[in-house]
């Protein structure tokens, strides 16, 4: 019997924890997990606002840019691209893909009056934190290092 109670103990503690996280005052157990959801889904539009401040930040330079990230089943497939050449873009696009721990696996580059970059990356098992990298977290680091290059090259 006390496994149970202990079982039900730490149950009840977790909900108290989601209802703490997710800023909810709700009591019982349905109603703390739809609040949660409900949090969850306000969090996911706050991140895609602030992408696409990012990308109108970018969108500020003289060059105009459009960044895409997919998830694949083993990472993410990369597009970046530009109607004009970036000498310069691609170190700064690999750069942040070695500070993510993203191996790239295969890779279509254009540089010739235009850039085109279409890669596929996969995170390297020993990195500490691949848990916390989705498609998400892979394009704005990506929108990042096309920000630091854009400002780097006094394109503003």
Same mark, same amino acid.
């Given at each position: !019997?006390?496994?149970?109670?202990?079982?039900?103990?730490?149950?009840?503690?977790?909900?108290?924890?989601?209802?703490?996280?997710?800023?909810?005052?709700?009591?019982?157990?349905?109603? +703390?997990?739809?609040?949660?959801?409900?949090?969850?889904?306000?969090?996911?539009?706050? $991140?895609?606002?602030?992408?696409?401040?990012? !990308?109108?930040?970018?969108?500020?330079?003289?060059?105009? !840019?459009?960044?895409? $990230?997919?998830?694949?089943?083993?990472?993410?497939? +990369?597009? $970046?691209?530009?109607?004009?050449?970036?000498?310069?873009?691609?170190?700064? +696009?690999?750069?942040?893909?070695?500070?993510?721990?993203?191996?790239?696996?295969?890779?279509? +580059?254009?540089?010739?009056?235009?850039?085109?970059l279409q890669a596929i990356g996969e995170l390297l098992k020993n990195?500490?934190?691949?848990?916390?990298?989705?498609?998400?977290?892979?394009?704005?680091?990506?929108?990042?290092?096309?920000?630091?290059?854009?400002?780097?090259?006094?394109?503003?």
């Open positions: !019997m006390g496994s149970k109670e202990e079982q039900r103990a730490a149950l009840y503690q977790k909900f108290k924890e989601l209802g703490s996280v997710s800023h909810s005052d709700a009591v019982n157990k349905t109603s +703390i997990v739809v609040e949660a959801a409900n949090y969850i889904e306000e969090l996911k539009h706050k $991140v895609e606002k602030l992408d696409e401040d990012i !990308m109108s930040s970018n969108e500020a330079t003289s060059i105009p !840019m459009k960044a895409t $990230v997919e998830t694949l089943d083993k990472g993410f497939r +990369i597009n $970046v691209f530009s109607e004009e050449d970036c000498p310069g873009l691609l170190v700064s +696009i690999l750069e942040a893909f070695e500070e993510l721990g993203l191996d790239v696996r295969d890779a279509n +580059i254009s540089c010739s009056n235009k850039f085109h990195e500490g934190h691949v848990d916390d990298i989705d498609a998400q977290v892979v394009k704005r680091t990506v929108l990042k290092a096309i920000k630091y290059w854009s400002d780097s090259n006094g394109e503003e």
